[in-house]
């Protein structure tokens, strides 16, 4: 048995007083599905099914570019990031990996390693980190102020290959199969940086590291179209990553964070053109309203997080074949940072669920028909259903907690680890 940091009574207890109403409520639910030729079994199993990983740096001092607002009970360093990452699992059943960001979480790999294990975590997809200065970090004499894979001075870009391959060979020691690049290079004014010669200089970084991947890793690029360089970004939007995807070869792929693009971008349509080129290779799930504002998931237009998994679920087998990495990436600086994730784990999960929903076939036809109102329905139709039962059924069925915030509250944890780690600087999060 691992080292479960909740009493399973708290879950026990609480969940024996609300499962006369999930079950009323899921059977309810259930027959609605029905008289639409649903199972709802087979969307629970599905939702068991669909896991994604928390970000490390999501359960520290969160904040904004601005400040940071620590809260009591934060965790200061990686083995107490993880033990909150096991409470978010314990309760929400939804997020069995977490994603480290080096190197703001090294540690000894092997100690991580045993540490996750008794926790009943693993490793997703490792973080390089060259959008920083890190002066305490031997390995990094030199300064990222101006870029890093595309740095004019060869020998900066050579410190971030260096890095990068570190961070692959740290993640193959922890049990991970793929690291995810982001670069803040870019420039702040025209002129500043040759647009053409910066691109040629970080292809040529990303493929001397794409040439140091063990065969059974995957390169992940993460496009941002502005901020820290606000006049140019190197890799700034979906066709930039594709192209570099495309010149790296089979095991580099295409990472979507939600929050990197215009307000108003259409992210779906961005997803469906990486799955028809075959690039599609993981999100970083979280909301925003105006910029990279990294909030909960589905917390403020939880319809285009729907209409995300929509273009998901619609790719089918092409879908399983690319086995698309599901990540967090959220700063929290209001709220609980546990319950914050244990929130966008249930959105994600849930418009996953009304995803499925959606009547495929009913659907071709409206649109071959070119019967738009009708068409828009039938998606509104699936949205609109609330698929919460589901979720907390699924939960159930893993041994999570029904209303897994309410037994987190319950519990007494954040009381109990505010006593025992006493106030932190912390680190990671809330910068970019
Ligand atoms: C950049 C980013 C990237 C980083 C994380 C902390 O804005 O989304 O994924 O690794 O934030
Ligand atoms: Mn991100
Ligand atoms: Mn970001």
Not at 399 to 413: K, Q, T, V
Request: charged residues 25%; hydrophobic residues 40%.
């Amino acid at each position: 048995m691992s080292d479960q940091p909740i009493d399973p009574s708290v879950i026990e207890t609480a969940n024996e007083r609300q499962s006369g109403d999930l079950a009323s409520d899921l059977a309810a639910l259930g027959e609605q599905l029905d008289r639409r030729g649903i199972s709802i079994d087979r969307i629970v199993e599905a939702v068991r099914g669909f896991t994604v990983a928390v970000p490390s740096w999501g359960v520290g001092t969160g904040g904004t570019r601005f400040a940071r607002f620590p809260g009591p009970g934060e965790p200061r360093g990686i083995m107490e990031k993880l033990d909150d990452c096991a409470v978010i699992h314990q309760l929400g059943r939804a997020t069995p990996s977490v994603s480290l960001h080096i190197p703001w979480d090294r540690d000894d790999p092997a100690a991580l390693k045993d540490k996750a294990t008794s926790l009943d975590l693993a490793f997703d997809a490792m973080n390089s980190n060259t959008f920083q200065d890190h002066p305490d970090d031997p390995k990094q004499p030199l300064s990222y102020k101006f870029g890093s894979l595309s740095h004019a001075d060869p020998a900066v870009r050579a410190q971030a290959v260096e890095h990068n391959l570190d961070v692959v060979e740290f993640g193959r020691a922890v049990g991970s199969k793929a690291i995810t690049v982001w670069v803040g290079d870019g420039s702040n004014f025209a002129g500043q940086s040759d647009l053409s010669r910066s691109f040629e200089r970080y292809l040529e970084s990303a493929r001397t590291i794409y040439a140091g991947l063990p065969d059974d890793f995957r390169l992940f690029t993460e496009h941002k179209m502005y901020e820290p360089a606000f006049y140019s970004t190197v890799v700034q939007d979906w066709g930039t990553n594709l192209l570099i995807a495309q010149e790296l070869g089979p095991k580099a792929f295409c990472l979507v964070d939600l929050g990197h693009h215009a307000p108003n971008a259409n992210i779906e349509q961005i997803v469906a053109r990486l799955i028809f080129a075959r690039k599609l290779g993981g999100f970083h799930f979280n909301d925003s309203k105006y910029g990279d504002d990294d909030l909960d998931a589905g917390s403020i237009d939880p319809f285009r997080l729907f209409l995300v998994f929509n273009e998901l679920v619609e790719a089918g087998e092409t879908l399983e074949r690319l086995h698309p990495a599901h990540m967090i990436d959220q700063s929290h600086n209001v709220t609980d940072p546990i319950e914050s994730l244990l929130r966008s784990a249930d959105e994600i999960r849930r418009a996953y669920a009304q995803a499925l929903l959606v009547d495929r076939a009913a659907l071709r036809g409206l649109q071959d028909d070119n019967d738009a109102l009708m068409a828009s329905q039938c998606l509104k139709q699936a949205f609109r259903t609330d698929v919460t039962p589901i979720l907390a059924e699924a939960r159930r069925r893993d041994g999570g907690a029904i209303d897994p915030i309410a037994a987190y509250r319950a519990s007494g944890y954040r009381e109990r680890v505010a006593a025992a780690r006493p106030a932190s600087r912390g680190s990671g999060g809330g910068i970019v």
